[in-house]
């Protein structure tokens, strides 16, 4: 049997004397794009951070293709970084650099790319994403919607093994947020390997292949979008998506 690509377990995180996090595991096949549900608070933000180790997890295990990733050991650490891409909810690009340079500052100092190189690995990543036109402009210079999809471009370039998004549209305008999810739904059909927190419902119901719900550090449901979602079923899951969607009617 193939191992897991990635598996996280027991992860527990307490910040400010507040438990955040407590006894979260999950495990994902290549290809699998698994989707956390929960309110705001609930944090999914956090476990996606110390999935990365952006945040370290004060318990609990990681493994990357069957490896356990030993945190004290910081190039393995750094390795396992540059395997684990992450998407940010506001973006993370370097104001002071083109979007060009954006992507190819990473392949530089962290893959030893020569500079024509990096440039050119940047340019068939921006394309990828849409924004090979943009290369020449500054974050400041871009909507929200496209200096997502540099970020995403910044990650894809170093050939991920698994990328993490943190609501990567909840930054955006709602009339922007169909373009980072457009490219997204291209990364899942490709057989990109994806954690992602979301508020989109509609996304996850056509594309996840698991959802998990957490609130108060817990994940409490996990399952299919057709079994958590379906029409008349009973799950806490199913109860926060219907607010939501009752909110955005109301709003």
């Known amino acids: 049997m193939m191992a897991d690509l990635l598996r996280v377990e027991g992860i527990g995180k307490t910040l400010g004397g507040r438990r955040i996090l ?55 650490l750094c390795a396992f970084r540059a395997h684990v891409g992450m998407i940010f909810q506001d973006f993370n690009l370097f104001d002071h650099l083109p979007a060009g340079e954006n992507v190819a500052i990473a392949l530089r100092r962290v893959r030893g790319f020569s500079r024509a190189q990096a440039r050119e690995r940047a340019l068939t990543e921006l394309a990828r994403v849409g924004l090979v036109d943009r290369a020449h402009l500054y974050p400041a210079q871009l909507s929200g919607g496209q200096r997502q999809r540099v970020a995403i471009a910044r990650a894809l370039a170093m050939d991920p093994r698994v990328i993490l998004l943190d609501e990567p549209t909840s930054a955006l305008d709602p009339e922007l947020v169909g373009e980072v999810l457009s490219v997204i739904q291209e990364l899942a059909r490709g057989g990109m390997t994806m954690i992602m927190a979301t508020h989109q419902v509609e996304f996850a119901r056509v594309l996840a292949t698991e959802i998990l719900f957490m609130e108060h550090g817990v994940i409490i449901e996990r399952g299919a979008p057709e079994a958590l979602l379906a029409e008349g079923r009973a799950s806490r899951t199913r109860d926060f998506c219907a607010r939501l969607a009752e909110f955005r009617i109301n709003d």
């Not at 495990?27 to 999935?51: E, F």
């Not at 180790?53 to 293709?65: A, N, S, T, V, Y």
């Open 22 to 76: 407590n006894d979260c595991a999950l495990s994902v096949n290549r290809g699998d794009l698994k989707v956390l549900i929960g309110p705001s608070g609930a944090g999914k933000s956090t476990l996606l951070q110390c999935i990365n180790c952006l945040i370290p997890p004060d318990e609990g295990e990681i493994w990357l293709d069957g490896e356990r990733l030993d945190r004290t050991n910081s190039a393995e």
